[in-house]
């Protein structure tokens, strides 16, 4: 396994915390992440794929070892990683949600946050899904576009959703948690 390779190399060179190493990638590069947390699970902490789906099967293979956050930023009206594939091809956020709400023994019912409507012209709006107390106090969220499409949400961006910057989202969601689960957690 490549990534394996370069993350091992990576320690011996360089000064990393090997219990906080994340993954995270765009459309192809997002499914790529969930095949990293099945994968390659005793090395990679936590995921935040960005428009990226599981293909039916991803998941059979597993090897979870610790509690794996995860976070998903997804359009619904997203053509290319459809939210809700009816082509047989993709697994639904749904699914792809309660897999991992499933796996790290999150609570059922996720907390549902309306995120501020920054931009009315940008023609969509996000809703936060939070699946809490995990194993070890991980979460498994969702930021859901509603009216989004097949982009990475930045304000940089002059065609994507405006009311959130999916740089800070994943770096403020996946940088809470080591392989333990959420850093500082008290769980038993």
């Known amino acids: 396994f490549f990534i394996e390779f370069l993350i091992d190399t990576f320690s011996t060179q360089y000064n990393i915390d090997l219990s906080r190493v994340y993954a995270c990638g765009y459309s192809l590069g997002g499914m790529f992440s969930y095949e990293l947390a099945c994968q390659l699970n005793e090395k990679i ?4 794929p960005v428009a990226g789906a599981a293909f039916y099967g991803a998941f059979s293979n597993c090897n979870i070892l610790h509690p794996t956050a995860v976070m998903s930023i997804v359009g619904t009206d997203d053509v290319t990683h459809p939210y809700n ?3 047989g091809w993709y697994f639904s ?5 309660s897999f991992w709400a499933f796996t790290n023994n999150t609570d059922i019912t ?4 309306q995120i501020t409507d920054i931009d009315t012209n940008d023609g969509s709006t996000v809703e ?6 995990g194993d070890g106090c991980v979460q498994v ?3 859901k576009i509603i009216n989004g499409g097949h982009d990475w949400p930045s304000s940089l961006s002059s065609w994507s959703n405006q009311d959130i910057d999916a740089n800070v989202e994943v ?8 392989m333990n689960g959420l850093i500082g957690c008290n769980s038993t």
């Open 93 to 97: 956020i749904a699914e792809i949600d």
């Open 128 to 133: 936060r899904y939070s699946w809490i107390n």
């Open 141 to 143: 969220e969702e930021l």
């Open 85 to 87: 594939d009816i082509n």
């Open 110 to 113: 996720p907390i549902f946050t």
């Open 45 to 48: 902490t936590a995921i935040a």
């Open 171 to 178: 770096w403020n969601f996946v940088s809470k948690f080591d």
